[in-house]
């Protein structure tokens, strides 16, 4: 019994680290957008698309496609500085 109660308290400290970073993504994503967009209107355009690829894949449940759409947004967004 010590040993699954040990387990079970493991299993759930553990559960944050393992939780998707989509929203933290999408935010950081909207911040840039808002405060910094980029000058070449194709690349906004492309980002704008990814953001929004990246909700619907996350809102769907599949994160870890979500983090590889929003990761190449914010790539976009930082190359274009």
Known sequence: ???????????????????SHCPADMAKIDQILKSDPPADP????????????GEELHN???????????AEALNLLQSSE
């Open 42 to 53: 194709a690349v906004l355009e492309q980002v704008q698309k990814l953001r929004a690829e």
């Open 1 to 19: 019994m010590r040993r699954f109660a040990l387990l079970l308290a493991a299993a759930l400290l553990s559960a944050p680290v393992l939780a």
């Open 60 to 70: 769907s449940g599949d994160h870890a496609e979500s983090e590889k759409v929003l």
